[in-house]
């Protein structure tokens, strides 16, 4: 009778009382990025480089993160089965290619459709043609003498990941096809394979056994002439190789061995894992059969061969945690799992620990894992393939072409299916790889076949929000916040054109009533010399030094004050002054751009460019509080367009804010930063206008 009663008791409870039990099963609207990318695999967001690292540090190299450029931070590199094109390099192996392709583009111009020949491809930036497998992008190129000399940086290409941190771009691939020797390359912003590169040996080339280890450090050294005598003649540390195409590559951090060079793990099609350092070349990890990967090994003689048991996966994906103890996810399709290599090292190179697997329901053949939060602020392990401190997973299902989202423990947090246009939900066997972006909001999905609307276009690469057990809203809050932005810009134009009264916050001291007063069109600049800022201070006229006025009136010397709160009447010059600057003010147009400038970009210009004249970035402090370089004003002394609008408001109109800069001196306003930030946005609307020249 009691059961009974509790069995009716629970069938009155509302059905949202179990909805924890249930995982939330999300359907994820994609946009069609591009098309026409034959045996698609691998995908990853370039990301911004680290100062301190080879890109950052070059200015050659460093204009390659230029906007519109190959390594723009923004763009997607993609590994793709063609040429598109380029002669190959080698006839013996396979073709193929790394794509930069600017998923920017596709939002104004629709679907990129990109050409099977770009070659000649100079004019379209939105995709180009990063590396081949062709005689330009040999290893041979700058590493004539490295034993892999006639490989090129990408054949048969499969999976990428980035060593943003104090390197380049890394590529796996299977230039003879699964069973075949596999090779993972080191490459430069021009494609080529690493020039300078630490391995004589290797040069940007590990392939197969010819780049094994050869030598070991004897101690962690310390200077250049102890790293020289360090090290000694030695085999492999951990037995193991790359006699198979290498499926996936992650990046591991610096090497254990204190050189501060590089160190990356490696899949294999053997189900293997190796390690490779970037000067003393390939070591074991894990063996063959470690994860299931479609090729099996059997006896012949003495010894064994590789035989295809199964279908190719494509890619077998990675994902390194760093913090606070060191694991490798490995994506293991053969066994619908994912196995995790828990990671110590003896101060010479990586060892493993311990074996764990993550099993689920939900799991139907994972070939890719994702952190869901990409590892970008830290200098030693900043990449896309290393999770930030307690990252999720996602892992991309090429069974029934679904994605999970799994804690690091792996209890699975949500699930979606991906809703293509004109195709409904993505089905099995097409998805590929995917990528997180480096904001987190996005991942970037590559899928094989046609896709509706785009016959003869093999293959694509599509965008989708990224999404937890709360939601899914990411693609949705995107054009919400577009929606927003423009509301936000249209009541910063107001703003901008309206004439402030002291009822509104003007004053006690100003130099005009609006912005657009001083700065007309609006958004020009204003040659009218009643206009034009004042800088003011006092200059000793024996020793010729420059020092500050201590008046409230300084130092920008406004032209206008207030009386009483209410007349305005011209304003007191302090007596000091005996140094006056007039500073015109300059037009707005594009003003916003030089807020998207990395740090890195304006260090690596500061340095001497061969001509002994260098510069000095000028480190200051945000409203936030924060660190970073100084990018507007007259001493670049302003650290964002933000906090350049409020200072702005201060300045020339009196007004102050929450946001304005902690120098201002005055007390801030708490409801005008909403005001600051309207102005702010639509700042990042302003063009030249029509005809005009810039």
Not at 144 to 170: E, M, V
Not at 294 to 320: C, E, H, N, W
Request: glycine share 12%; net charge negative.
């Amino acid at each position: 009778m009691l059961s009974k009663a509790a069995a009716i008791l629970l069938s009155l409870l509302p059905s949202w009382a179990f909805a924890g039990d249930q995982t939330p099963d999300w359907r994820l609207n994609a946009r069609i990025v591009a098309v026409g990318l034959p045996d698609v695999a691998g995908v990853r967001e370039v990301g911004r480089f680290h100062v301190g690292g080879p890109i950052p540090g070059n200015p050659e190299f460093l204009m390659a993160t230029r906007e519109g450029r190959m390594l723009d931070p923004l763009r997607v590199l993609v590994a793709v089965g063609s040429n598109f094109g380029a002669p190959p390099g080698d006839p013996a192996f396979e073709v193929g290619a790394i794509l930069s392709i600017d998923p920017r583009a596709g939002k104004s111009g629709g679907t990129i459709v990109v050409p099977q020949d770009l070659t000649g491809n100079d004019g379209d930036a939105r995709v180009q043609l990063y590396t081949a497998q062709s005689e330009r992008f040999l290893n041979r190129r700058y590493n004539a003498g490295a034993r892999t000399a006639r490989l090129a940086a990408a054949s048969g290409p499969r999976y990428i990941s980035i060593n943003n941190a104090f390197g380049r771009p890394w590529i796996a691939n299977a230039p003879n096809g699964l069973a075949g020797e596999g090779s993972v390359t080191v490459v430069d912003p021009d494609g080529a394979p690493l020039a300078n590169a630490p391995s004589r040996e290797a040069g940007g080339v590990f392939a197969g056994r010819h780049t094994d280890r050869e030598q070991a450090p004897k101690a962690q050294p310390s200077g250049w002439l102890g790293k020289l005598l360090n090290y000694q003649a030695s085999g492999q540390l951990t037995s193991g190789g790359m006699q198979t195409g290498a499926l996936g590559t992650a990046f591991l951090g610096p090497s254990p061995d204190g050189s501060g060079f590089a160190a990356f793990a490696a899949v294999t099609a053997d189900g293997g894992v190796v390690q490779i350092h970037v000067q003393d070349g390939v070591d074991g990890l894990a063996g063959p059969g470690t994860v299931s990967t479609g090729l099996g090994t059997v006896s012949a003689g003495q010894g064994t061969v590789s035989k295809r048991i199964g279908d190719d996966p494509g890619v077998i994906g990675l994902a390194f945690k760093w913090n606070p103890d060191r694991a490798l996810y490995i994506a293991d399709p053969g066994r619908d799992r994912l196995v995790l290599l828990d990671l110590e090292d003896d101060r010479r190179h990586f060892t493993v620990a311990g074996t764990r697997t993550i099993s689920l329901p939900q799991f139907d053949r994972p070939v890719d894992v994702a952190a869901a939060i990409p590892e970008i602020a830290n200098p030693q392990f900043s990449s896309h393939t290393t999770l930030a401190g307690g990252s999720d997973l996602f892992v991309a299902n090429r069974g029934d072409g679904s994605l999970l989202r799994l804690s690091q423990d792996g209890q699975l947090l949500a699930r979606a299916t991906i809703e293509v246009p004109g195709l409904g939900p993505l089905g099995a066997d097409r998805l590929r790889a995917i990528a997180t972006s480096a904001d987190a909001q996005h991942i970037w999905i590559t899928i094989g076949g046609e896709v509706p609307g785009f016959p003869g276009h093999e293959g694509a690469l599509v965008e989708v929000g990224a999404f937890d057990e709360h939601g899914a809203a990411a693609a949705t809050q995107e054009t919400q916040s577009a929606a927003a932005d423009a509301n936000l810009a249209a009541r910063g134009k107001k703003s901008f054109q309206t004439d402030f009264t002291p009822r509104m916050g003007l004053g006690p001291l100003f130099n005009a009533t609006s912005c657009v007063a001083c700065h007309p069109g609006p958004g020009g600049a204003s040659i009218d010399e009643s206009h034009f800022a004042r800088r003011i201070a006092h200059m000793d006229p024996g020793s010729g030094r420059t020092v500050p006025i201590e008046h409230p009136n300084s130092p920008v010397a406004r032209r206008h004050a207030l009386r009483d709160g209410v007349a305005i009447v011209p304003a007191a010059m302090p007596s000091q002054a005996n140094v006056v600057s007039l500073r015109m003010p300059l037009a707005l147009y594009g003003i916003a751009g030089i807020d998207e400038i990395h740090d890195s970009v304006i260090e690596a210009q500061a340095i001497s460019k061969g001509d002994g004249i260098k510069g000095r970035a000028h480190h200051v402090v945000d409203s936030q509080g924060a660190s970073r370089i100084g990018r507007y004003g007259w001493k670049a002394d302003i650290a964002t367009l933000k906090d350049m609008v409020a200072n702005a408001f201060a300045n020339e109109l009196g007004i102050t804010s929450a946001t304005a800069s902690r120098e201002a001196g005055a007390q801030p306003i708490e409801q005008s930063s909403a005001e600051i930030e309207a102005v702010a946005s639509y700042l990042r609307t302003l063009r030249l206008p029509d005809g005009a020249k810039p």
